[in-house]
């Protein structure tokens, strides 16, 4: 399950993530989500004629599997803003 906000602050600057829960119905009872809260900063700027993407999210895991699995993470992120091939002119 992906969960995603983002919420416009002027000037290319949005507050957003992005983080992904998942559930493991192979896991005895009690063990089965993994479930991160997130929030993040993006920015979005023309570089060369073309938009780019730039995040850095912070995720703090609410509900983890087991003591050893991930608690915190960090994620960064570069995209390039590209049309869908269907919105192209013909």
């Known amino acids: 399950m992906n969960y995603f906000y983002?919420?416009?602050l002027g000037g290319g600057w949005q507050v957003a993530a992005g983080p992904s829960a998942t559930y493991d119905h192979t896991r005895p009872s009690g063990d089965r989500w993994t479930i991160p809260a997130g929030i993040g900063i993006?920015?979005?700027s023309i570089i060369a004629g073309r938009p780019w993407k730039f995040q850095l999210?912070?995720?703090n895991y609410v509900e983890a599997p087991n003591a050893f699995a991930v608690k915190h993470q960090i994620r960064l992120s570069i995209n390039p803003v590209?049309?869908?091939p269907w919105?192209?002119?013909r």
Do not use: G, L, R
């Open 6 to 8: 983002a919420f416009p």
């Open 57 to 59: 999210q912070y995720w």
């Open 82 to 84: 590209v049309s869908a």
């Open 87 to 89: 919105n192209e002119a």
């Open 42 to 44: 993006a920015k979005t």
